[in-house]
């Protein structure tokens, strides 16, 4: 340890050396006199709605950090900010972003070594003393001893003409000996709220220095700004001389680069680096943040770890503290925002770093959410993020890097720049959901100053330059919603994903793991909503999430993303019976997804190999690559066995024995002898690498979402209304004009191009139309959906009838179809089939009603099969039905003969057959899940009979069923 008295005599010595270059020198080419020379230009960042990216000052070398004086004056040229640059030059920028020399030549060496590498060292933090406007910086210094090993070091410079250049420099804490190079040196400085200073300080690349007590490094330190530890930190103890062990603060660091002081709390927070977790967390007085060399070791304390690693580098909160809030709308203030660097120097957009991330703090300093994406770069250059400081009128950063055409990281052409609120678009309307035509009252409320103009596309094709429109939707979807209001400061513009849905859409679970989702998984959603599908986010939690039975019932498919933690899916999801695409590889196993044995195989390629151009997927692409990343990224694949069932579409760019893309279709054959219960696609995808997809790459994804969700039907739905109660037969287009006869009602379907939905009141309705023909049944019909348990318009109750299909009550209002046609309770003249099904797909629904009374007692298929409801090479979508009191020769209540139908929630009550009471199926694969079948009596089956066919049933119950009619 060094005593106080020794290290007074180091600080004399180190000074002489300090080569301090003041004056305005002549600046290097391309810096700007006016950075708003250059605000003007299309600038490769993507930005939150109601915020500008704006250059402000360019010409910069690897700019560090930003400190702006706390009361600067208003002329054009009083200094506004100063920026360190890692070679060793503080740059002063005026008010007018005027740029100039404040000090230049810091360094005694030349940070000559490659970026990244040894090259990333040199001079770091920069603070401005509130109480004289010196500035205090920190930097590295090449030995006096050995040539070549550098320590750490804090000076105080100052200004006798009003802060444009550096006059005289001292040094403030001298850590000689404690040798530390790239990336983990000394580096973040502020003063807290007490007055004091702040040193954050690197590990120097030996993780036991943080451990360490009697070294500076690994540490955040705290100090007199005249150098001289504060008595009341945690480890202070003067008899034994001052040392490293009286300044520190906290410790147990491996790269605290970025730190700032949060107003509510009073309390410093920071982010570190880690070799491959990241953390940001608070810092307490006294506490051992455990760093010992493994990434385990980064979880400890924190409010949020980086998993992979992002390069998060500074800290910036955004304050009515600092600044009056910035210039930011209220609902901004209080919230962090991060420099995420990520991996340095590459170009285009990253799927780690090149961001600032936005967290919301709780009261007592805990995460509330976060990080959200606040600033985005796009571009094809070599910009990043790295200086972030809250300002008087925005919050600021720089781009690290000259980004267009640079031939080296170190090539001066950096930019400071600004986001800056210019006001917030928004809008709300009166309804957002029916059927169609579905007219909606829009209004606006943005929070622009001086609007000139508004610009409205509501997703349809049409749109409109009114402030509030009204418009008409016509047609079923989902439809996106955007608002551009334009101002004197620009254009703020807002859009709402899937905001307005209109019919019968489509509803898709999108598990991930954690919520809120990362920005690759949102923006995928936002991609299938614009498909024109409801997206639901649910973390891949067990407790979490509903159960993969719940998500069958409630969802049209699931989509799971690589970010999920395979172990919290398990199984579960293998026997879904609605339609799942997904991209975490290590779902390939026999437990979990059967497609192929597990083999994570990812592999950093921006392309795939088609290999299969026959699939309704890759249909139209040609054989051979085909790039969907826009530079290198995780391609996810998967070796191994596949299953006999299973098709494969595309390898990966990055292994040609690696599969890429692959499907399965309905009753596929997969591994281990497993059967697909509905459609499965596995993509390439890994985590956040849809942010740099092509359009033909998301091309092909829409393809592979439109396959595995199957058809659905198109237009504006109409609703058709029933009643048996209506004191005439009407026209069945209201409650007030409903068709009496349910057969009326499908008449009208048939003639009608869009799809239908007919909602049916409660009461008892027959097939035949008073004729007695027992051939007389009820024919579901492609995009027609049969919805019964509705009260309807003519109870005693003076209701005016449901105005939406989530207002029907099934128990409160029965609704049911009797075979029952001819002498009441005689089962000889009944119908042979209540309801039947030919050649229709799953856009034929029937949903929450009873069958009954049917009677297949004929002599010959089809009338000895199907006394409920025979489905023929059918697969129709049955759901909440009850089958009772139906018999036949083969399925006494349903007979499936070829075709996939889906049977969900429904019951099966006394029933009977010579086979399959409940159930007959004849080559087909009808899936029931969640069924009953209760008291059915047969002769083969016990309620299900399955002959040359593959019924699959998913989690249903038998009980009390009867194989032997005496």
Same mark, same amino acid.
């Given at each position: 340890?060094?005593?106080? +008295?020794?290290?007074?005599?180091?600080? +004399?010595?180190?000074?002489?050396?300090?080569?301090?270059?003041?004056?305005? &020198?002549?600046?290097?080419?391309?810096?700007?006199?006016?950075?708003?020379?250059?605000?003007?230009?299309?600038?490769?960042?993507?930005?939150?709605?109601?915020?500008?990216?704006?250059?402000?000052?360019?010409?910069?070398?690897?700019?560090?950090?930003?400190?702006?004086?706390?009361?600067?004056?208003? =002329?054009?040229?009083?200094?506004?900010?100063?920026?360190?640059?890692?070679?060793?030059?503080?740059?002063?920028?005026?008010?007018?972003? +005027?740029?100039?020399?404040?000090?230049?030549?810091?360094?005694?060496?030349?940070?000559?070594?490659?970026?990244?590498?040894?090259?990333?060292?040199?001079? +770091?933090?920069?603070?401005?003393?509130?109480?004289?406007?010196?500035?205090?910086?920190?930097?590295?210094?090449?030995?006096?001893?050995?040539?070549?090993?550098?320590?750490?070091?804090?000076?105080?410079?100052?200004?006798? #003409?009003?802060?444009?250049?550096?006059?005289?420099?001292?040094?403030?804490? @001298?850590?000689?000996?404690?040798?530390?190079?790239?990336?983990?040196?000394?580096?973040?400085?502020?003063?807290?709220? #007490?007055?004091?200073?702040?040193?954050?300080?690197?590990?120097?690349?030996?993780?036991?220095?943080?451990?360490?007590?009697?070294?500076?490094?690994?540490?955040?330190?705290?100090?007199?700004?005249?150098?001289?530890?504060? &008595?009341?930190?945690?480890?202070?103890?003067?008899? $034994?001389?001052?040392?490293?062990?009286?300044?520190?603060?906290?410790?147990?660091?491996?790269?605290?680069?970025?730190?700032?002081?949060?107003?509510? @709390?009073?309390?410093?927070?920071?982010?570190?680096?880690?070799?491959?977790?990241?953390?940001?967390?608070?810092?307490?007085?006294?506490?051992?943040?455990?760093? @010992?060399?493994?990434?385990?070791?980064?979880?400890?304390?924190?409010?949020?770890?980086?998993?992979?690693?992002?390069?998060?580098?500074?800290?910036?909160?955004?304050?009515?503290?600092?600044?009056?809030?910035?210039?930011?709308?209220?609902?901004?203030?209080?919230?962090?925002?991060?420099?995420?660097?990520?991996?340095?120097?590459?170009?285009?957009?990253?799927?780690?770093?090149?961001?600032?991330?936005?967290?919301?703090?709780?009261?007592?300093?805990?995460?509330?959410?976060?990080?959200?994406?606040?600033?985005?770069?796009?571009?094809?250059?070599? &910009?990043?993020?790295?200086?972030? !400081?809250?300002?008087?009128?925005?919050?600021?950063?720089?781009?690290?890097?000259?980004?267009?055409?640079?031939?080296?990281?170190?090539?001066?052409?950096?930019?400071?720049?600004?986001?800056?609120?210019?006001?917030?678009?928004?809008?709300?309307?009166?309804?957002?959901?029916?059927?169609?035509?579905?007219?909606?009252?829009?209004?606006?409320?943005?929070?622009?100053?001086?609007?000139?103009?508004?610009?409205?596309?509501?997703?349809?094709?049409?749109?409109?330059?009114?402030?509030?429109?009204?418009?008409?939707?016509?047609?079923?979807?989902?439809?996106?919603?955007?608002?551009?209001?334009?101002?004197?400061?620009?254009?703020?513009?807002?859009?709402?994903?899937?905001?307005?849905?209109?019919?019968?859409?489509?509803?898709?679970?999108?598990?991930?793991?954690?919520?809120?989702?990362?920005?690759?998984?949102?923006?995928?959603?936002?991609?299938?909503?614009?498909?024109?599908?409801?997206?639901?986010?649910?973390?891949?939690?067990?407790?979490?999430?509903?159960?993969?039975?719940?998500?069958?019932?409630?969802?049209?498919?699931?989509?799971?993303?690589?970010?999920?933690?395979?172990?919290?899916?398990?199984? $579960?999801?293998?026997?879904?019976?609605?339609?799942?695409?997904?991209?975490?590889?290590?779902?390939? !196993?026999?437990?979990?997804?059967?497609?192929?044995?597990?083999?994570?195989?990812?592999?950093?390629?921006?392309?795939?190999?088609?290999? #299969?151009?026959?699939?309704?997927?890759?249909?139209?692409?040609?054989?051979?690559?085909?790039?969907?990343?826009?530079?290198?990224?995780?391609?996810?694949?998967?070796?191994?066995?596949?299953?006999?069932?299973?098709?494969?579409?595309?390898?990966?760019?990055?292994?040609?024995?690696?599969?890429?893309?692959?499907?399965?279709?309905?009753? !596929?054959?997969?591994?281990?002898?497993?059967?697909?219960?509905?459609?499965?696609?596995?993509?390439?995808?890994?985590?956040?690498?849809?942010?740099?997809?092509?359009? &033909?790459?998301?091309?092909?994804?829409?393809?592979?979402?439109?396959?595995?969700?199957?058809?659905?039907?198109?237009?504006?739905?109409?609703?058709?209304?029933?009643?048996?109660?209506?004191?005439?037969?009407?026209?069945?287009?209201?409650?007030?004009?409903?068709?009496?006869?349910?057969?009326?009602?499908?008449?009208?379907?048939?003639?009608?191009?869009?799809?239908?939905?007919?909602?049916?009141?409660?009461?008892?309705?027959?097939?035949?139309?008073?004729?007695?023909?027992?051939?007389?049944?009820?024919?579901?019909? @492609?995009?027609?959906?049969?919805?019964?348990?509705?009260?309807?318009?003519?109870?005693?109750?003076?209701?005016?009838?449901?105005?939406?299909?989530?207002?029907?009550?099934?128990?409160?209002?029965?609704?049911?179809?009797?075979? $029952?046609?001819?002498?009441?309770?005689?089962?000889?003249?009944?119908?042979?089939?209540?309801?039947?099904?030919?050649?229709?797909?799953?856009?034929?629904?029937?949903?929450?009603?009873?069958?009954?009374?049917?009677?297949?007692?004929?002599? =010959?298929?089809?009338?000895?099969?199907?006394?409920?409801?025979?489905?023929?090479?059918?697969?129709?979508?049955?759901?909440?039905?009850?089958?009772?009191?139906?018999?036949?020769?083969?399925?006494?209540?349903?007979?499936?003969?070829?075709?996939?139908?889906?049977?969900?929630?429904?019951?099966?009550?006394?029933?009977?057959?010579?086979?399959?009471?409940?159930?007959?199926?004849?080559?087909?694969?009808?899936?029931?899940?969640?069924?009953?079948?209760?008291?059915?009596?047969?002769?083969?089956?016990?309620?299900?009979?399955?002959?040359?066919?593959?019924?699959?049933?998913?989690?249903?119950?038998?009980?009390?069923?009867?194989?032997?009619?005496?």
């Amino acid at each position: 340890m060094w005593g106080f +008295t020794v290290k007074t005599i180091l600080f +004399t010595t180190a000074f002489a050396w300090i080569s301090l270059t003041v004056g305005a &020198a002549e600046l290097p080419p391309g810096v700007s006199t006016n950075g708003q020379g250059v605000s003007g230009l299309d600038l490769p960042w993507s930005v939150e709605p109601g915020f500008k990216v704006e250059v402000v000052a360019t010409g910069f070398q690897l700019p560090v950090n930003i400190a702006f004086l706390p009361n600067p004056g208003n =002329a054009p040229s009083d200094p506004y900010f100063y920026v360190t640059e890692l070679y060793g030059s503080i740059k002063v920028v005026t008010r007018d972003f +005027t740029v100039s020399d404040y000090a230049v030549d810091l360094l005694d060496f030349l940070p000559s070594g490659v970026i990244p590498g040894s090259g990333e060292q040199g001079l +770091t933090g920069i603070v401005i003393d509130p109480a004289t406007g010196d500035l205090f910086i920190s930097k590295l210094y090449d030995s006096p001893f050995e040539p070549g090993i550098h320590y750490p070091m804090v000076l105080r410079l100052h200004s006798v #003409d009003g802060g444009m250049t550096a006059s005289s420099a001292s040094v403030v804490l @001298d850590m000689f000996g404690e040798a530390q190079g790239e990336a983990h040196q000394v580096s973040k400085l502020s003063f807290g709220p #007490d007055g004091m200073l702040y040193v954050h300080m690197g590990d120097g690349f030996i993780s036991s220095t943080g451990q360490d007590i009697s070294s500076f490094r690994g540490k955040i330190l705290r100090m007199h700004p005249d150098g001289s530890p504060a &008595a009341d930190n945690p480890f202070f103890f003067s008899p $034994d001389g001052i040392n490293a062990t009286d300044y520190i603060y906290a410790y147990g660091f491996r790269n605290p680069f970025g730190g700032a002081w949060r107003a509510a @709390d009073g309390i410093l927070y920071y982010v570190g680096n880690g070799p491959f977790i990241d953390r940001f967390a608070q810092v307490i007085p006294g506490r051992n943040f455990a760093w @010992d060399g493994t990434d385990a070791s980064m979880l400890n304390f924190a409010l949020y770890s980086w998993y992979p690693a992002s390069a998060p580098v500074n800290l910036a909160f955004v304050q009515a503290e600092s600044f009056g809030g910035s210039g930011f709308p209220l609902g901004k203030l209080g919230r962090a925002y991060v420099t995420e660097s990520g991996l340095p120097w590459v170009a285009g957009p990253a799927g780690r770093g090149k961001r600032i991330s936005e967290f919301t703090l709780a009261a007592d300093g805990t995460l509330l959410d976060g990080p959200r994406p606040f600033v985005e770069y796009t571009g094809t250059g070599r &910009a990043s993020t790295v200086a972030l !400081a809250a300002g008087p009128d925005g919050l600021y950063f720089s781009d690290f890097y000259k980004d267009q055409d640079s031939s080296a990281p170190t090539e001066r052409g950096a930019n400071v720049l600004r986001v800056r609120f210019v006001g917030s678009a928004d809008f709300t309307a009166d309804v957002t959901s029916g059927v169609a035509p579905l007219t909606v009252q829009f209004s606006d409320l943005s929070m622009v100053a001086a609007p000139t103009s508004w610009a409205w596309d509501f997703g349809d094709g049409a749109t409109s330059v009114e402030q509030h429109p009204q418009h008409t939707y016509t047609s079923d979807g989902l439809y996106s919603v955007e608002l551009s209001v334009t101002s004197a400061e620009g254009t703020s513009v807002i859009k709402k994903s899937g905001f307005i849905e209109v019919g019968n859409v489509p509803r898709v679970a999108f598990v991930v793991g954690g919520l809120p989702p990362a920005a690759g998984d949102s923006a995928v959603a936002d991609f299938v909503r614009a498909l024109g599908w409801v997206v639901d986010f649910h973390d891949d939690e067990v407790g979490s999430r509903p159960t993969s039975a719940a998500l069958a019932a409630t969802y049209d498919a699931v989509f799971v993303s690589s970010s999920v933690d395979p172990a919290n899916i398990g199984g $579960d999801f293998r026997y879904l019976t609605v339609p799942v695409a997904y991209w975490a590889s290590q779902l390939n !196993a026999l437990e979990r997804e059967p497609l192929a044995a597990f083999a994570d195989v990812p592999g950093s390629s921006a392309a795939v190999s088609i290999i #299969d151009t026959t699939h309704a997927i890759t249909e139209g692409l040609d054989l051979g690559s085909l790039q969907v990343y826009g530079a290198p990224g995780n391609v996810n694949g998967v070796r191994g066995p596949i299953g006999d069932g299973v098709r494969v579409l595309a390898m990966s760019g990055a292994d040609p024995d690696a599969i890429a893309l692959m499907t399965a279709d309905v009753g !596929a054959a997969l591994l281990g002898g497993h059967v697909a219960l509905s459609r499965r696609v596995f993509l390439f995808l890994d985590d956040d690498s849809w942010l740099s997809m092509t359009p &033909a790459g998301k091309s092909l994804f829409g393809n592979a979402f439109r396959w595995a969700l199957g058809p659905y039907c198109a237009g504006a739905t109409e609703v058709l209304y029933v009643d048996s109660r209506a004191p005439v037969a009407g026209d069945c287009l209201s409650w007030g004009s409903a068709c009496r006869d349910f057969q009326d009602a499908l008449d009208i379907a048939s003639s009608r191009e869009n799809p239908i939905e007919i909602w049916v009141a409660t009461g008892v309705y027959y097939p035949d139309r008073g004729s007695g023909l027992r051939e007389a049944t009820f024919v579901m019909q @492609d995009c027609v959906g049969w919805y019964g348990g509705f009260r309807g318009a003519y109870g005693t109750d003076g209701f005016a009838g449901e105005a939406k299909r989530s207002e029907r009550d099934t128990d409160a209002s029965p609704t049911v179809l009797s075979g $029952d046609i001819g002498v009441p309770d005689v089962a000889a003249d009944n119908s042979y089939h209540v309801v039947s099904s030919t050649s229709n797909g799953p856009t034929a629904v029937m949903d929450g009603f009873l069958i009954v009374s049917g009677n297949a007692d004929g002599n =010959a298929f089809p009338f000895s099969s199907g006394g409920g409801l025979l489905s023929v090479e059918s697969s129709p979508s049955i759901a909440q039905c009850l089958f009772a009191s139906n018999s036949a020769i083969n399925g006494g209540a349903v007979h499936h003969q070829g075709g996939r139908a889906t049977i969900k929630n429904c019951a099966f009550i006394g029933n009977s057959a010579v086979s399959g009471a409940g159930l007959s199926n004849g080559a087909g694969i009808p899936i029931l899940s969640r069924c009953t079948f209760l008291w059915n009596f047969d002769t083969v089956g016990c309620g299900v009979s399955d002959w040359l066919g593959l019924a699959v049933l998913d989690n249903s119950d038998f009980l009390f069923n009867v194989c032997s009619i005496e």
